[in-house]
Nanobody, 114 residues
Framework: QVHLVESGGGLVQPGGSLRLSCEAS????????MGWYRRVPGKTREFVAL???????NYADFVEGRFTISRDNAKKMAFLQMNNLKSEDTAVYYC????????WGKGTQVTVSS
């Protein structure tokens, strides 16, 4: 079983930056693929970024080089550095761990507004 807790969300102006953190417990973290997803009200949850156990990364097209996913296996944490934020990035951001089963955190709200 994997327990995930996100933090780092908040209110930021367009063009600003935020760094989301995800703390994991349980399982062998270094063997787990970690991802970030987001949900805009009224829409389905969508993929944002992935980092594999081998540190390969993948991003949604809308990221356009603005976000960077990373991990610290010693601390069992994953991160999402988000730069040049846009109003359309406003969403609840969820941390995901895949061990053959999907595990989810409760999410952290990101609001981009002037």
């Amino acid at each position: 079983q994997v327990h995930l807790v996100e933090s780092g969300g908040g209110l930021v102006q367009p063009g600003g930056s935020l760094r989301l953190s995800c703390e994991a417990s349980g399982s062998d973290f270094n063997l787990v693929n970690m991802g970030w997803y987001r949900r805009v009200p009224g829409k389905t949850r969508e993929f944002v970024a992935l980092i594999t156990s081998g540190d390969s990364t993948n991003y949604a097209d809308f990221v356009e080089g603005r976000f960077t996913i990373s991990r610290d296996n010693a601390k069992k944490m994953a991160f999402l550095q988000m730069n040049n934020l846009k109003s359309e990035d406003t969403a609840v951001y969820y941390c995901n761990a895949f061990t053959g089963v999907d595990w989810w955190g409760k999410g952290t709200q990101v609001t981009v507004s002037s």
